[in-house]
């Protein structure tokens, strides 16, 4: 009996020392992972912490910064292109975001004000705008006003109270000197021609009265023979180019007021075999201006500041939504250049290619 009774013992003691080794197991497992997805849980906490802060030094994400819309006249012309770089530089010094739009080309008013009307959808708290009619942009600006959406015009003024400032060239002395350096190319007398970029912007009235009405001021002995208007399309300003010197054969000269348009007349001389009997004066750059111009087929043209245009549109809207009081006019300047000083310093920080 008691061997069986010690057997007995022995037997229960086992099995109560497997059950407390058992229950041991069962709560030691349920600790790990328990503790696995806290520190889990931990880890992505941080990275979700991370991710909220990327966006910005200061801790803030891109939805807190102020949204500045802008639509430019045209999006082709690497004088746009360069507006947009000017733009995109003051974003990021004044950590805001932007959006650049244009229509496809400079004739397509309609297609412009829809965008104007899609930025205007998106309340955003600031809108850059060149206009390339301000007649028909004016119920849109009115509805901007009433949304409390300051309005920076740029490039193109608007025949408005609404924008708070106006970032662009003086376009009229622009045309002004560039209508001296014509008369002083073809020993001031002749016919000369424009073929300007329309007859509805603010840039397009300016550039054609300042160089039109400098001429008939202060050079008497220069004929303004015709003006055309090519929508700054190049392949319609070499039609018009064309037809002008067809029909005026003694053709001093001959004014382009826009990339687009000095590009068409350049074409049209080339074509016509008249380099040397044409002067063309231009306005804007881009490289085939540049290679004109290095060529000889183009005397010179004036060059504006986009990438400056660009930079004080999006630094007018900061400061305006920062309470700041910003000038009427912002006036970012303008050069002249030609074969003799395209290379120096201060021409080449404003041309571009």
């Not at 990327?54 to 500045?68: A, H, Q």
């Not at 190319?185 to 300016?206: M, N, R």
């Not at 007349?265 to 306005?283: D, W």
Request: proline fraction near 3%; charge should be negative.
């Amino acid at each position: 009996m008691n061997r069986k009774f010690l057997a007995l013992v022995i037997m229960v003691s086992s099995l109560v020392f497997v059950l407390a080794a058992c229950g041991g197991d069962s709560t030691e497992t349920g600790s790990n992972d328990s503790g696995s997805d806290n520190t889990q849980n931990e880890e992505n906490n941080e990275s979700s912490g991370e991710s909220a802060t990327t966006d910005n030094e200061d801790g803030e994400t891109s939805e807190d910064k102020p949204y500045v819309a802008i639509i430019s006249k045209g999006f082709q012309h690497q004088f746009w292109q360069a507006v947009q770089r000017g733009a995109e530089k003051a974003a990021e010094e004044f950590n805001v975001e932007i959006t650049f739009e244009g229509p496809d080309n400079e004739s397509q008013v309609d297609k412009q004000i829809e965008m104007l009307q899609t930025a205007l959808d998106k309340n955003p708290d600031a809108i850059g705008f060149a206009a390339l009619d301000s007649q028909a942009a004016a119920p849109l600006l009115e509805n901007a006003k009433e949304k409390d959406i300051p309005v920076i015009a740029f490039d193109s003024g608007v025949n408005s109270d609404i924008p708070v400032t106006t970032a662009s060239t003086d376009n009229y002395a622009a045309a002004a000197e560039a209508a001296h350096k014509m008369a002083e190319l073809i020993g001031e007398e002749g016919k000369v021609a424009l073929v300007v970029h329309d007859q509805v912007s603010v840039t397009g009235v300016q550039r054609r009265d300042g160089f039109i009405e400098t001429m008939e001021k202060e050079y008497p002995n220069i004929e303004i023979a015709d003006t055309q208007y090519g929508g700054g399309d190049h392949l319609e300003s070499t039609n018009l180019a064309k037809a002008m010197m067809q029909a005026h054969p003694d053709l001093a000269g001959i004014y382009g007021t826009n990339e687009g348009s000095a590009i068409g007349v350049v074409n049209a001389v080339r074509e016509l075999g008249k380099e040397s009997e044409v002067t063309i004066v231009g306005f804007d750059s881009g490289k085939q201006q540049i290679d004109a111009i290095k060529d000889g087929v183009m005397a010179g043209a004036i060059t504006q500041n986009p990438e400056g245009i660009g930079y004080e549109t999006v630094k007018a809207a900061v400061d305006t939504l920062n309470g700041k009081e910003v000038p009427e006019t912002i006036d970012t300047g303008f050069y002249w250049y030609d074969a003799d000083n395209i290379d120096s310093e201060e021409i080449q920080a404003a041309i571009y290619e």
